[in-house]
């Protein structure tokens, strides 16, 4: 007789009659009516009425009837917490069964029974059970205190359960150290900032040890749990790697993914001289490349995981090209991500196999992947400079296919291709013209209406093409009809004779009869342009765009950071931080990777979009991403792509100018245009002065549009440092210097107090510096007039120069001073807070700012932590102002603040920094990127001196 | 961590729920045979965020198994759970049907409780599950019994139990290899690996100790610096040895000797189980090479003409010879002439098959067919998928060779040379495709 007949009872009155069984007095007919009610319960049917009867069976010596009898009880005590009562009895008893399998089934069960009416009587039972002799009982009680805490985390506190579970680190059996440490860490996550796993060098060693002892689940237990933990430094860090890495070779993918985050993050720690960092990354590819023969859904969490992997450090797989090909069999969702990690890894050298994989992918059946293998096209056109011909012809022989779909996507690529090699690629365009009629997708319609207008010049019938457009305006996406009227716009430009009437029409219907404000708003200011001043709408409208840059959709540096830490877990595979996910504050820590400790060297932590860039982007003047859609996502807008720049924002002046025609009333309102960023950003403009690192939630977009630095506050002048004695009395035969250094007005000035202590007068002062760092030299001499009595004392301000001879002082900011008196030449040292360098026009065009960041390698980089320091962002932006730390942009990021700021000292070096400043945390971190890392250690002493006072 | 796990069969009616956190409701079952099992589209994920709970989910035939939870849980180990559990599932009633699931759902409730406790998952060994869930009950047992149990549960070795004894000692290895290739049509290898599997069935008694040896490039090229300065020798040994690009074992192998001396040794499980996986690249003997000719005549015809060539030893015989060539969706009937086998057209799947019984090395083989296309208005082309083939091989097409497999059994009385050992080498067709 089998069991699959418990699910088929489905008469009425079933209820009743299983009571009645229950109740029955044979052991075999008891255990056949729990069955049914445990099938009737799996099936979604309330069986809670029976609740006393079943409990009546627990006291048996049958184990599996007494398992069932749990189950049932697991399911409906919380239903029924006064009856749950009766069963209290039965597992204290059962806790001191001489049985280890019993006491540990009792144990397991109990912590499952969530009612809080019960869990002070199984407080006693389960101390007992986790000082068990037996590891199987201790190994199960372990879990139970997880469970408890789940229910009543202050009676765990207060019984000392803790306590006991951290105990259970040093026990002898590897699995109870497995189940405490995975019990430990989930109740340490509520608790984010409880000291409760106390990861230390000994506990980490424990670890270690039972590391490789434990089950394969043990082992990851293990090892997530040292991924929260940050050496002290680079040797320890070594060590733990090299305890790890054994691990690679599990066949649990899920162990070997562990490892690899382990391995990830600490390598952050490791100098990258050290010959173990090049082994290890070695070590890496090969478990990697294995995930792939995994079944198909692990493969997927592999290669989601690897897809981060390769942006955060490429060396490690961009020899192993081959292995993401896509196979014929593969599931989609392992294909689609083979793909993007294809692209990701293309580069010079194996392009030419990579495009012909994409062309066979792009003859496939699913619509989704093929589009997504063309759109590759287009970004190793973009990634690839020397294959961007091949691409090119390639898309035109997908275009020649009339396949609808590829048509339309290779069109819309074919648009980044011509804003990423402007004037190239042109002859193309005819081939594109004669597939106007088939594409029936907005993106499509709207590139290639950009298409026509940019190059409206060479487009003999561009009129033709563009006003057959125009007969069904109103039908159009609004992507389409703002690209129409740009477009339309350009040709006007181009051909002023022939297209007035047209321009005139777009412009009529774009502003009279759409309702959509974007479109009007857009129609309104070209009108006023061209009616004002024809010229400048020319200079406008026509203006040189923005290189696109290959990158498009990086993941952002700071969230990449912290998906490494989640390496393997869901995050990695939503590549979302857990609070996006995850309900309540569990698991919502964020992570970070640990900053490298040698000193000397520079942390490469944090880049901005250079992450997966192997070779690093040329510093183009300013670039913004090609796809405008994540920006386009971030500020809510389903308008046009930004690819349709138009103004940039500095003809804001002309823009004014237009408002004469619309009277006073409307100045308010084209105000709004200017500095409301969803508006703005219909213009097309805002995209283009946004970095693409600033890919700022809608809040702070107003900032990127307002001049920030301007529009906060007044300036609060520059930090001066409190005066120092430089020169005792005693080693300068009375005479006592202390001064200080200060910028007032652009001019550096060294405040000098000298105080004569000697008993006789002092005269014939003068001054002179040795050669130093920055070339500062006395712009004039030591203005002491009047010779200095005893006991008088006199303060000059000697303005100084940065004219004079350079010579590299070690610390930098070293200047050795000779002083002359009539006495004698006396030499003394002293130290100028750099910022007295930090020049007033040190604030840096933003897409400059992203160029530059991105241009200077990561290992220039270099982060402090500033302690203790209780401002919010926007009054450290002020005070840094006033010592000329500019601040360009400013977004947030899940509550942290992160500001962008440029330095340029006297010397023409310019130093980018980013500040992260979290509402609520007195720590704020800074990164440093400079072409002369030398500077960032001063640079960073000025911040936290400048923001201490 | 794993908030509940459910069964579901192919209609999306619960076989199995089993909840293990409180976080998870009992809508969540229906969320997914909503949103998942009954949903229009093809499935484009194993992993679905729904209403802020996550499922995972894995298919066997047609039951589907998903773990819910509303944690951020480590993805890869939810996976090789659900793996895992099918793989206990089976070794106690076989096969995983509804059927089956429905007859031992007692049985697997008991499993999921032991398996997994608040969502953790613990011991799975079959070997050790079986020692105490039984279904039969396990009230017999003395104490010594007991903590024998409990003792191989959570001990080091928790993949074997003392005291096993056979009257033979004996030991069965398979080196079982899937080569895959992807050639185009030029007979160009776009890409091509061999993934292997040493799986072991051993009957020893006692607890031995064993250590396996294969001509691994590096444990090779490491013996013969140390060893004499035998040019001669060195040479050969190079030319036999392979290199191996990763390789995975079997939780019974001690993972942190391997790293440091590369040598592989464990106290095997009892019976049958998978002792390392291993993957190639470099000098791969590919078994076959497929040639592929296809001729599109006016707009309803196609001439096809494959040639297939055995490269291996003349005295070996491949099986299992069989050739699939995609078929065009319009086609109308199909004659096919081929020298050796048979060949059919199936419709239904849309191919022509091939079918040989065996052949030797160095043989070629050709089959050419005619196909009649209906004619249409579909502007699209035929995606022509690849030709794709399937054999088996008696030898190990990466040129892994097993040098020796040792066992040491200090407490019973016997040694290495009383094991009988056997060993094998299969190799089959992974993906082996060219593309036409």
Redesign the interface.
Known sequence: MTDSKYFTTTKKGEIFELKAELNSDKKEKKKEAVKKVIASMTVGKDVSALFPDVVNCMQTDNLELKKLVYLYLMNYAKSQPDMAIMAVNTFVKDCEDPNPLIRALAVRTMGCIRVDKITEYLCEPLRKCLKDEDPYVRKTAAVCVAKLHDINAQLVEDQGFLDTLKDLISDSNPMVVANAVAALSEIAESHPNSNLLDLNPQSINKLLTALNECTEWGQIFILDCLANYTPRDDRESQSICERVTPRLSHANSAVVLSAVKVLMKFMEMLPKDLDYYGTLLKKLAPPLVTLLSAEPELQYVALRNINLIVQKRPEILKHEMKVFFVKYNDPIYVKLEKLDIMIRLASQANIAQVLAELKEYATEVDVDFVRKAVRAIGRCAIKVEQSAERCVSTLLDLIQTKVNYVVQEAIVVIKDIFRKYPNKYESVIATLCENLDSLDEPEARAAMIWIVGEYAERIDNADELLESFLEGFHDESTQVQLQLLTAIVKLFLKKPTETQELVQQVLSLATQDSDNPDLRDRGYIYWRLLSTDPVAAKEVVLAEKPLISEETDLIEPTLLEELICHIGTLASVYHKPPSAFVEGSRGVMHKRLPARTGSGEGTECPDVGNAAGGSAPEAAPSIIPSQGDLLGDLLNLDLAPPTTTGPTPSTSGMQMGGMDLLGGGLESLLFNMVSHPKMGAGFGAAPAVMPASLNAPVGGGLGDLFDLGGGVGMPMGAYIPPKTVWLPAMKAKGLEISGTFARRAGVIQMELVLTNKAMSVMTDFAIQFNRNSFGLAPAGPLQVLTPLGPNQTIEVSLPLSTVGPVMKMDPLNNLQVAVKNNIDVFYFSCQYPISMLFVEDGKMERQVFLATWKDIPNDNESQFQIQDCHLNSEAASNKLQGSNIFTIAKRTVEGQDMLYMSIKLSNGIWVLAELKVQAGNPNYTISLKCRAPEVSQCVFQCYEAVLKN | ?IGGLFIYNHKG?????R?????IG?NA?DAFRVNVIHARQ?V????T?IA?T?F???KRSNIWLAAV?????????V?????KMCDVMASYFGKISE?NI?????LI??LL?EIL??G??????TGSLKT?IT?Q???G?T?EE??Q???Q????I?WRREGIKYRRNELFLDVLESVNL?M?PQGQV??A?V?GRVVMKSYLSGMPECKFGMNDKIIIDKAGKGGVTNEAGKSTSGKQSIAI???????CV???K??SERSISFIPPDGEY?L??Y?TTKDIILPFRVIPLVREVGRTKLEVKVVIKSNFKPSLLAQKIEVRIPTPLNTSGVQVICMKGKAKYKASENAIVWKIKRMAGMKESQISAEIELLPTND???W????I?MNFEVPFAPSGLKVRYLKVFESKLNYSDHDVIKWVRYIGRSG?Y?T?C
């Open positions: 961590m009616e619960v076989l199995i729920s909840v293990y956190r409180d976080d009992r079952v093809q484009r994920s194993p992993v965020n802020r996550n995972f989910h894995v939870t509303k944690q951020n849980v480590n993805a890869a180990m996976f090789e759970f659900l793996y059927e429905k007859n031992n759902f007692v409730y008991e409780d406790d608040f953790y998952p613990q011991n799975s060994e105490f279904q009950g396990i009230k047992q104490k007991q903590s149990i409990t003792s549960v959570t001990g080091q928790g992807l185009s776009l890409s690996h993934s690009d990763d390789c995975t074992f079997n939780q001690r993972l942190s391997f790293d998978e390392m996986r993957r502007k699209k082309k995606a022509r998928p690849p794709s993906i495709e593309r």
